[in-house]
């Protein structure tokens, strides 16, 4: 089993970064691949990105490719998103996930889930 703890999130405005980071627990951390998804208000929780176990294949969203990066720190259970060229409907909980199974942009596919981490981006 592998508990999630997101954090990172905060007031920024358009065009800026963020680093969201999300800790693993668990001796098991290798055995996930690991995803970021998000939800906006009123809206349904959409994957953002995915990394691999041994981090050398990630996914994006179309949404966010060339302005969010996913990477992943093995040796210490961590997993981040790097956002930048922020835009207001970045605006949304994040939501870190670990998956057993694969890679994959399906919410359904993950097995495990943080609370989550609130970003808002101003106009």
């Known amino acids: 089993q592998v508990q999630l703890v997101e954090s990172g999130g905060g007031l920024v405005q358009a065009g800026g970064s963020l680093r969201l980071s999300c800790a693993a627990s668990g001796r098991t951390f290798m055995s996930y691949h690991m995803g970021w998804f998000r939800r906006a208000s009123g809206k349904e929780r959409e994957f953002v990105a995915g990394i691999n176990w041994s981090g050398d294949r990630t996914l994006y969203a179309d949404s966010v490719k060339g302005r969010f990066t996913i990477s992943r720190d093995n040796a210490k259970n961590m997993v981040f998103l790097q956002m930048s060229s922020l835009k207001p409907e970045d605006t949304a909980v994040y939501y870190c996930?670990?998956?057993?199974?694969?890679?994959?942009?399906?919410?359904?596919?993950?097995?495990?889930w943080g609370q989550g981490t609130q970003v808002t981006v101003s106009s």
């Open positions: 996930a670990a998956d057993s199974g694969g890679l994959y942009s399906d919410l359904y596919e993950y097995d495990y």
